[in-house]
């Protein structure tokens, strides 16, 4: 079994050569041990020749868990060094103690190869009366010398080198506490899907189970506590630690030896080639029960050197491999099914798991230091590793003020720690890989695959490499997902590699510094991409085509700004051509476009996006221009564009969006045609009249404006077109579909994949009729709720088993039917403006169903039990009375089960027991409350130690503005008439307060 730290007097046991190292290097890395708090045996009595060996010092390398040996030029003078040597190896043999070498003086070679100085006095002990231990201690000197140690040369001197080894062992000896003993936070779960994953009782076949995430996620934790809760039930164990570091510094054979002596205590073998070690493995182990732990490997040919076929261990055995890279495992034949992915903690097991290493005890001093940590342990979103670190990092800092300054700090800078095991998966990518990686990083994370696609040679398969090694996670909607934490680590690479200098920056994000280059014309070619947020600009700009020369290298080009705010900072001084010659961009996006045509010099044929929202374009280009590549022309906005481009060589265009182009007077007729457009949008063009459009087989969608004339031609009205995926119509639209029936002024759909359909239309007020078995979005709208209308009629959603988003506004529903339940898919529900009194309890079976809009509905009383949404909102929905079952179990069995993070119930005066429904939502990060008649704030508000912005506006009875949680971030209070003081050093945690 391999030893705890905790049952265990000694941390760790120092074995040196006192007249090498005593007083200078041994001397330091003691200090820096006992600085970290980690016990530490150290011998300083001198023993005298002829003295017998003090027992005390055998008792003390068999009371400690770790030994560090630093092996000098004259360590083998001593032969009670070798006799220290000896002991440390029989117990590492024997799983029993955990050894760590450095070669001080020497190298490696030297201790093994059993010639040179430093052999020499194992010949003058052969005349000693200790001449039959000779052969043992060389037998433990070649062992000790193939062990994974440190090279003093690898350091720039002695001081960087002990850091390194004390941050090293202090991580390894908090690993090994007896893990079984421990209530390790969130590993209930993980136990329960391994146990099953594992079926230990089977001992039919050989298991290989794959444990796979990001670095810092648990994986080696996971690991360590299915060894100790099933290693006794088999005849031979073993937990081999970083294999990958293990593998790179003895190569694959040193591997396979550390394998066989760590699973066969009593055997050291030899090898000479790999195939002999497999085979070693296979004679020895081939008819065993085994339990095999391979931690953190990064290559497949490290699985391929101790286990590459099932056959290599007896029946009944099982492998664990934990990896960054999901594609090694299954390289090597471990089956999807056998693949376990570790996520991050949910929020309140992350900060269980911060107050234990940031407090003693895992009690916090205050409710002060309570809900400070819960802003501490956000900053980790979930990463195990992270939450120790952080958690260390506050330990035996007392004061408040020591918090929030070390909140601050983490808040703003990297942990050192955290980056250096993110980036460990960064470090094995290709060239190409990392250079899509650190776009995602700084550029886009959140967007989607399909509008990034292009942007970059290679970037599916790249995405695919940074999937595999849990660099990112792609949503099941095709959204790339990058942990904060990597995204950090991404963003401080990029800074890292340009040594802070913005000219030499891959990649500018940062508004200041863009604003510098460019003010002070610092451009040059290692800028690959720089993307400027206006609003963000402290002041204006002005710039002129100089800036740009030299950014030969330029891809990515994007000035954007929201679209609330027009007016824009950056102002362009027209004096020549603005881009260098042949260069490349791809992605040019300029919002608030000064000029009134695009650059004579832009090399058109290598873009992919276009877009110049609320421009002051005129037109876009004369002719008919090479457009191979270009995949979106956005122009929104652009009020002066008259002519229509020339897009008839855009074969690849899949969006083209012309909104709000109020001066645009006619389409070409040539745009069904082009075979890949899969939207259009051209709503609010007032000159254009007609619309007549060729719907060719080969398109993919088309949105239809809202014209006083429409017209859908379709190639052949006998057989359904294959591929069209979304269409929306604005207009008077009446429906029969499927089991709905009524009308409306808006109506859309999108699907997944492309099914067949018909589709009729009339002027003025078309008629739809469809097979809709496959739609993936469904939304038919009201523009107002109008008391004249007839109610919408829906019957059944049978029709739609597939939606994932469901919209019906303002269509004055009375009743939703039960058959709603049967939408296992749904995930986003619109119901807003209807009148219906309740809703089914089917939808309590909704189990993805995680956002429920319902505002304006006045008629709603009740809502079922729906603890698995995340966004509910309840706006004036005035007879509501409550939307938590009263009857439910009280609290705290019931605490908890609910998931909701943002609440709007502004304007719902007519909630009882308000503060008792709000205690439910442990994990509310937004709430709104405005228009209630409160005179206080809720009590329980308090409670939520993860709401970080709450809205009171238009309270006009409240008094008070006491009792907030301290997690709080913004705070909404306007027309709170009654509040006559608000003291703003009580709330000095808030970012931001809205109150006047």
Request: proline share 5%; with cysteine.
């Amino acid at each position: 079994m391999s030893p705890s730290s905790s049952s265990f007097r000694y941390g760790v046991f120092l074995s040196f050569r006192g007249t090498d190292t005593r007083r200078t290097f041994v001397a330091h890395l003691h200090k820096a041990l006992v600085d970290r708090g980690i016990v530490t045996f150290k011998d300083d009595v001198k023993i005298t020749t002829g003295e017998p060996f003090p027992h005390r010092i055998l008792e003390a390398i068999e009371d400690s868990s770790f030994a560090i040996i630093v092996i000098s030029e004259n360590f083998t003078s001593s032969k009670w060094c070798l006799i220290e040597l000896r002991t440390i190896m029989e117990l590492w043999s024997g799983n029993r103690l955990l050894v760590f070498p450095i070669f001080y003086g020497v190298e490696p070679s030297d201790v093994r190869k059993e010639e040179g100085s430093f052999w020499k006095p194992l010949k003058r002990h052969r005349r000693h009366p200790f001449a039959e231990e000779v052969p043992k201690w060389k037998e433990a000197l070649t062992k000790v010398s193939y062990l994974n140690g440190k090279d003093p040369r690898k350091f720039k001197d002695d001081a960087a080198m002990i850091e390194d080894i004390v941050s090293e062992i202090s991580t390894k000896l908090a690993s090994m506490l007896p893990i079984d003993s421990l209530d390790v936070v969130g590993m209930i779960p993980h136990m329960e899907r391994l146990g099953s994953m594992l079926n230990i009782r089977s001992e039919k076949e050989v298991r290989m189970i794959g444990i796979w995430g990001m670095g810092g996620i648990g994986k080696t934790t996971i690991a360590k506590y299915l060894s100790n809760q099933y290693y006794e039930r088999f005849s031979a164990h073993c937990f081999i630690e970083e294999v990958w570091k293990i593998s790179r510094t003895y190569g694959l054979l040193g591997l396979q030896e550390k394998f066989v002596s760590s699973i066969l205590p009593d055997e050291y073998v030899r090898l000479s080639t790999i195939e002999h070690g497999r085979h070693h493995i296979k004679s020895r182990l081939g008819h065993r029960r085994v339990f095999v732990v391979l931690d953190d490997v990064d290559n497949a040919d490290q699985i391929r050197a101790l286990a590459k076929e099932t056959s290599m261990f007896g029946l009944g055995s099982r492998i664990i491999i934990t990896t960054r890279d999901r594609s090694l495992l299954r390289t090597c034949g471990v089956m999807d099914g056998d693949l376990y992915e570790v996520s991050c903690l949910e929020s309140n097991e992350s900060l269980l798991m911060f107050k234990r290493f940031a407090f003693e005890g895992g009690t916090p001093h205050s409710d002060l230091h309570e809900q400070l940590s819960v802003q501490a342990s956000q900053l980790a979103h979930g990463l195990p590793f992270a939450l120790e670190a952080f958690g260390l990092c506050f330990r035996g800092k007392d004061t408040i003020i020591e918090w929030e300054n070390e909140l601050r700090k983490l808040g703003t800078t990297p942990h050192e720690n955290t980056m250096r095991i993110l980036k460990l998966s960064y470090n094995d990518l290709a060239a190409i890989d990392k250079n899509v990686f650190l776009h995602v990083a700084c550029l886009f994370n959140g967007d989607s695959i399909l509008s990034v696609r292009n942007l970059f040679d290679n970037f599916e398969f790249g995405i695919q490499v940074l999937s595999e090694k849990s660099l990112i996670n792609i949503s099941p909607d095709g959204y790339l997902k990058m942990h904060v934490l990597v995204e950090q680590m991404g963003r401080q690479i990029v800074l890292q590699e340009s040594k802070r200098r913005p000219q030499k920056q891959l990649i500018l994000w940062d508004p200041r510094e863009i604003c510098k280059v460019l003010r002070h014309n610092l451009g040059t070619d290692q800028i690959q991409s720089m993307v400027l947020h206006m609003c963000e600009m402290r002041r204006e700009l002005a710039i002129d085509c100089d800036n740009f020369l030299p950014l030969y290298n330029l891809k990515i080009l994007k000035f954007y700004m929201h679209m609330d705010d027009k007016d824009s900072k950056l102002q362009f001084l027209e004096t020549g051509d603005l881009f260098p010659p042949d260069l490349e961009l791809r992605l040019l996006h300029w919002d608030a476009y000064p000029l009134t045509t695009l650059p004579f010099d832009l090399d058109l044929e290598c873009l992919v996006e276009l877009k110049f929202r609320y421009s002051n374009l005129e037109s876009l280009w004369e002719g008919t221009p090479v457009l191979g590549n270009l995949r979106r022309l956005d122009v929104t906005g652009s009020k002066n564009l008259r002519a229509f481009p020339d897009i008839s060589m855009a074969k690849k265009l899949e969006d083209l969006l012309m909104d709000d182009c109020t001066r645009l007077d006619q389409f070409p007729g040539y745009i069904g045609s082009l075979c890949s457009l899969g939207k259009l949008h051209a709503i609010h063009c007032p000159g254009l009249q007609n619309l007549h459009i060729d719907i060719v087989a080969t398109t993919s969608g088309t949105r239809v404006p809202s014209f006083p004339q429409i017209q859908l031609k379709f190639p052949n009205e006998v057989e359904p077109v294959q591929f069209l995926t979304n269409l929306s119509i604005e207009g008077k639209v009446k429906f029969w579909l499927g089991q709905l029936e009524g009308d409306a002024d808006y109506f859309s759909f999108d699907l997944e994949r492309h099914i067949p359909y018909k589709l009729m239309m009339r002027p003025l007020q078309p008629r739809l009729a469809s097979n809709c078995r496959d739609f993936d979005c469904l939304e038919i709208k009201r523009n107002n709720y109008n008391i004249e209308c007839l109610p919408f009629k829906c019957h059944s959603f049978s029709d739609f088993p597939r939606l994932t988003r469901l919209n019906f506004i303002n269509l004055k529903l009375e009743d939703i039917p039960p058959s709603i339940g049967e939408l296992q898919a749904l995930e986003k529900l619109d119901l807003s403006g209807n009148d219906f009194k309740s809703l089914p309890r089917t939808m309590e079976q909704l189990s993805k169903l995680k956002y429920l809009d319902l505002h304006n509905c006045c008629k709603l009383e009740a809502l079922p039990s729906l603890t698995q949404l995340e966004t509910l909102i309840l706006s004036n929905c005035i007879r509501l009375r409550t939307f938590v079952e009263l009857e439910a179990p009280t609290l705290p069995e019931n605490q908890g089960i609910y998931h909701l993070l943002e609440l709007e119930i502004d304007n719902c005066k007519n909630i009882q027991s308000l503060s008792h429904q709000l205690r439910h939502f442990t994990n509310l990060k937004q709430l709104d409350l405005s228009g209630h008649n409160f005179e206080r704030v809720p009590a329980s508000i308090k409670e939520l130690s993860s709401l970080r912005t709450i809205s009171l506006n238009n309270c006009k009875k409240l008094k008070s503005l006491e009792e907030l949680p301290l997690s709080l971030k913004c705070l909404y209070a306007r027309g709170c008439c009654s509040v006559n003081h608000v003291p703003y050093s009580r709330y000095h945690y808030l970012e931001y307060i809205d109150f006047y």
